[in-house]
């Protein structure tokens, strides 16, 4: 098997070298595993694509590259410049260090990644170490993600299509905020919202005087609806979420019926 793995918090980020780690144990000896990250951090970007400008890439060792751009941009580079000869089986993003549980989704450049190979009809999953007081300052803070990933990720790929049309399944997959032995298992999990204040600016004042904004998240220790992501990473589950990149409110298409007319 071949895994092209990128994420969001940049080349040199520990959570990648958790992840390139999973993805040699699942790719197997005679696997290959490539990676394309940016080579700066790239948190909160979403499905960001440098569409206006170029970006340099650069080779950093054999498969190993690193791209001033964003995770969907790493893909793109995977897919159409450095593997274009041998695309890969498999895209993982991550692992991103801080949860994209419930609406943090929404902004995720590790979600951008897996969306961006999803949508290229490549199988892609996002991998996210939930923080804590367990985990925040621990020797390994990713130590329930390196334990769990390699055999969950063999189940999940297990049930994955090799082949969809038009919005391909992706898979969010966030793991609980504590130390790997304290896990109580797995939960397939919808996306949750954390009611309450969410993202916000908070204003500093420069010793030149200058002001400026810093962007600041919510409390990431209020749980989601019961049975939703969130609400079982903070009860010590990791949570599967299928997505696609279908936008619809489908719930609402009948209801809006009444809209449609013929001229």
Same mark, same amino acid.
């Given at each position: 098997?071949? $895994?092209?793995?990128? %994420?969001?918090?940049?080349? %040199? ?19 290959? =595993? ?13 499905? *960001?694509? /440098? ?22 941009? *790493?893909?793109?580079? @995977? ?11 498999? $895209?993982?993003?991550?692992?991103? !260090? ?29 991998? /996210? ?10 020797? %390994? ?26 919005? !391909?399944?992706?898979?969010? =997959?966030?793991?609980?905020? *504590? ?36 962007? +600041?998240? @919510? ?12 609400? =079982? %990473? ?9 997505? !696609? ?9 009948? +209801? ?8």
């Amino acid at each position: 098997m071949r $895994i092209l793995v990128t %994420n969001d918090d940049g080349i %040199n980020a520990p959570g990648l070298k958790v992840l390139e780690a999973i993805a040699g144990e699942l790719a197997g000896p005679d696997g290959e =595993v490539w990676v394309v990250a940016p080579a700066f951090e790239q948190s909160g970007v979403g499905h *960001c694509i /440098s569409y206006t400008h170029p970006m340099m890439v650069a080779k950093l060792g054999e498969r190993r590259f690193a791209a001033e751009g964003s995770p969907a941009d *790493c893909v793109l580079v @995977g897919l159409h410049d450095v593997m274009k000869d041998t695309p890969p089986d498999l $895209i993982l993003s991550g692992v991103n !260090r801080g949860n994209n549980s419930a609406e943090n989704a929404l902004y995720s450049g590790t979600l951008g990644g897996a969306m961006e190979g999803a949508l290229q009809g490549v199988r892609a999953i996002a991998l /996210s170490q939930y923080l804590g007081p367990k985990t925040y300052n621990a020797e %390994n803070p990713f130590e329930a993600a390196a334990e769990h990933a390699v055999p969950l990720l063999r189940q999940i790929l297990e049930q994955m299509p090799e082949q969809e049309e038009d919005y !391909r399944l992706f898979f969010n =997959v966030n793991f609980p905020p *504590c130390p790997a032995a304290e896990v109580k298992g797995v939960r397939v999990a919808p996306q949750g919202y954390r009611r309450g204040p969410g993202f916000a600016v908070e204003p500093h004042t420069s010793p030149t005087g200058r002001r400026y904004l810093w962007v +600041r998240g @919510g409390d990431q220790r209020r749980p989601t609806l019961p049975g939703t992501d969130a609400a =079982v %990473n903070l009860d010590d589950y990791i949570s599967v979420t299928p997505m !696609r990149a279908d936008l619809t409110a489908n719930d609402a298409l009948e +209801r809006l019926k009444s809209l449609e007319s013929d001229r």
